[in-house]
């Protein structure tokens, strides 16, 4: 079935740049996703990216899509403690599983220190 | 604000109790979700109903029982739950993912319920 990987931690220093990476199995996957879960609150949607692209920024965020291998990654400049949190990683099924539905990774938490 | 609400934030219940979680979003959707989240898993994806249908029953035990009553509410009731059930219950809504103009709308999540068994 279908599988998606990640890192569980992450710690950088505050105005550093963070890169959380993921790996994926469906190689039918159509769009790709980086979710962000702060403490006590559920899943915000920061970016997603469509499989035919490589790359797409969204003012501190760049993501970065090797699709022959299978790799996404999440880059955030000039890390704040704010962007402290667990961020998930999810694929889009596509024709390798149900359709619509996402598969998540375990999520990367990522620590800032001051 | 995300759009979709969730209730009770937290819940306590004996394993004989009966409860229910509800969800409901203000976003014109109409397909949505329940998961679960437990620590150190993956998020699981246990029920979908799309336009008031369950179309997805990720081999959820039969102690839950999902009810959708129209596309913006969602139910999730509850009835002798065992301790491993403890977790945080997430619900997420989305257009209809069957459809390929629809492809890039990511799903929604609510804050979720925070279900503790004793």
């Known amino acids: 079935g279908e599988d998606v990987e990640q890192s569980l931690f992450l710690s950088v220093r505050e105005g550093d740049s963070s890169v959380i990476n993921c790996t994926y199995t469906d190689s039918s996957s159509t769009y790709l996703y980086w979710y962000k879960q702060e403490p006590g609150a559920g899943l915000q949607l920061l970016t997603y990216i469509f499989s035919n692209m490589d790359m797409k920024q969204d003012q501190r965020l760049t993501v970065l899509l090797n699709k022959k291998d299978k790799h996404l990654s999440l880059r955030i400049a000039d890390t704040q403690t704010g962007d402290s949190a667990i961020y998930f990683c999810a694929e889009r099924g596509g024709f390798g599983g149900s359709q619509g539905n996402l598969i998540f990774g375990k999520g990367t938490k990522l620590s800032v220190k001051p | 604000e995300t759009g979709v609400t969730q209730t009770p934030r937290h819940l306590v219940m004996g394993m004989t109790n009966k409860k229910s979680l509800k969800c409901e979003q203000h976003l014109g959707h109409n397909a949505m979700y329940w998961y679960k989240q437990s620590a150190k898993k993956p998020l699981e994806l246990m029920f979908v109903?799309?336009?008031?249908?369950?179309?997805e029953n990720n081999s959820v035990p039969s102690r839950f029982s999902p009810e959708c009553p129209n596309s913006s509410h969602l139910f999730l009731h509850l009835h002798t739950l065992q301790p491993e059930d403890s977790a945080l219950y997430l619900c997420?809504?989305?257009?209809?993912?069957?459809?390929?103009?629809?492809?890039?709308?990511?799903?929604?999540f609510g804050d979720g319920t925070r279900l503790s068994i004793l």
């Open positions: 109903y799309n336009f008031k249908e369950q179309t």
């Open positions: 997420a809504s989305s257009q209809n993912p069957g459809q390929p103009i629809y492809d890039n709308q990511p799903q929604h």
